[in-house]
Each structure stands twice: as C-alpha cells, then as structure tokens.
C-alpha cells in the first residue's frame, strides 16, 4: 500500500489538496510539515488570502496527518475546527507544521500552524474528529 504522503505528494489524493499543491516535505520531531500554495483564486477583495481557505488548507493537512496516524483505517469525521488568525497572509507559497495531539477510538485532535515565508504564524487551526473506518480497514 502506498504510504499516505507519498499520495499527496504525487497529487492523487484529493481535488482540494492538489488545488493549494499542498506537499509533505518531512516527519520531523513528530511534527510532519507541509508546503503549500495559495493561488490568486483564494485571496478576498483586500488582496489577502480569504480566511475560508486558510481553513481549508489547515483541514486538508490536519485530516492527511490524522488518516496517516491511524495508517489508514479511519479517516476524520470532523466535529470542531477552531481555527484562530493571528495575521493576514498575501496569496503565494507558504508552510504547515501539524502535530497530532491525540488519536483515540472515539476522538481525533490535531493542531495545524500555517507560517508564512518570513515564518510568521498566520493561523493555528484546533481539528477535533470522530475517527471513522475507511474503506481500506474493510
């Protein structure tokens, strides 16, 4: 079975994962981290990037990491996503650090921060799910 980055990487996991081009780039510390873009489709009418996407993306790695955490046997179904903006961020490439905070049998949690290229925190996203079984744990 192909390891679940190695999915992503190769852009067949999802449409909105290949939409920010988002990338595992290392497992480091427990703390995978992730590399992404935010094209001039996702930014709002102040030329920033619409907090939406922001969200979005900081779901797509929160969820990635959660599915490769329970190696594919369940995947999240989301029940909280608190996320906080710390700053706006302008459209273009950016990073996201997630550190899985719990993977249990009745709940997830995962806490993603996405940095902009000066390593600034634009927004830590707090991912809480009911962990469900996958297709492949059939």
Do not use: C, W
């Not at 995978?32 to 930014?43: G, I, K, R, Y």
């Not at 634009?122 to 962990?131: C, G, K, N, S, V």
């Amino acid at each position: 079975m192909t390891d679940v980055f190695d999915q992503l990487n190769q852009g067949h996991f999802s449409p909105t994962l290949s939409f920010f081009s988002l990338k595992h780039t290392q497992t480091q510390d427990g703390t995978e981290h992730f590399e992404l873009t935010f094209p001039p489709q996702s930014v709002n009418p102040m030329g920033l990037v619409q907090g939406g996407m922001i969200a979005a993306a900081l779901d797509d790695a929160t969820s990635v990491t959660m599915i490769s955490g329970y190696q594919r046997e369940f995947a999240p179904l989301s029940t909280d996503l608190h996320i906080m903006f710390h700053r706006g961020l302008q459209p273009g490439v950016a990073r996201i650090e997630v550190k899985v905070v719990k993977l249990g049998q009745r709940s997830a949690t995962a806490e993603g921060r996405l940095f902009d290229l000066q390593d600034r925190l634009i927004a830590t996203l707090f991912h809480t799910a009911q962990p469900t079984p996958t297709a492949s744990a059939s």
